[in-house]
T-cell receptor, first 110, second 117 residues
């Protein structure tokens, strides 16, 4: 079953704007990860945030985690056309493998 | 190899035939995962191998699906008597260790696109 649910399902923005994607989950987690997928092929790990962390940064990426609301957000600042992809959140609970959401399709228009 | 390698990258098969999909994980990675992704959908967990432990097969959709991992390295996902609904991208991933509070990064292969006609 899917644990994470991304919102929105699709997002279209102009180059240079910021993109914000949200993820909600249902059960307690050990960590939450964000992945990127180009053209329906392999996923690339972007960033991991542990359950005792509230915010992490990596380059133009900023991830927040609110365990009380069981939600996370991924912010991409100063977006570029090359950021066009699908973005997935994935959660890990206990000894279970990663459970992925359905993803947000981001389109950055030049 | 440098990354997770999957083969074939594309496979077209007739309904009712058996198919085998291969995954070669990153050397030294003890955890190996198979996921399935239908067009425009999220990833569906299939099976998970961790070292010498019994695999977690809880995601396999039917008894037509099976997987093995030989020598703790290469894995083969077998789909018997394929159906049209089996058409999807089958993604393999590996990591240094999985489960528990592990924060190890999971590395994905490029996937095997299966089309059942």
């Amino acid at each position: 079953s899917q644990q994470g649910e991304e919102d929105p399902q699709a997002l279209s923005i102009q180059e240079g704007e910021n993109a914000t994607m949200n993820c909600s989950y249902k059960t307690s987690i050990n960590n939450l990860q964000w992945y990127r997928q180009n053209s329906g092929r392999g996923l690339v790990h972007l960033i991991l945030i542990r359950s005792n962390e509230r915010e992490k940064h990596s380059g133009r990426l900023r991830v927040t985690l609110d365990t009380s609301k069981k939600s996370s957000s991924l912010l991409i600042t100063a977006s570029r056309a090359a950021d066009t992809a699908s973005y997935f959140c994935a959660t890990r609970s206990g000894n279970t493998p990663l459970v992925f959401g359905k993803g947000t399709r981001l389109s950055v228009i030049a | 190899g440098a990354g997770v390698s999957q083969s074939p990258s594309n496979k077209v098969t007739e309904k009712g035939k058996d198919v085998e999909l291969r995954c070669d994980p990153i050397s030294g990675h003890t955890a190996l995962y198979w996921y399935r992704q239908s067009l425009g959908q999220g990833l569906e967990f299939l099976i998970y191998f961790q070292g010498n432990s019994a695999p977690d097969k809880s995601g396999l959709p039917s008894d037509r699906f099976s997987a093995e991992r030989t020598g703790g390295s290469v894995s083969t996902l077998t789909i018997q008597r394929t159906q049209q609904e089996d058409s999807a991208v089958y993604l393999c991933a590996s990591s240094l260790a999985g489960g528990g509070y592990s924060g190890n990064t999971i590395y994905f292969g490029e996937g095997s696109w299966l089309t059942v006609v």
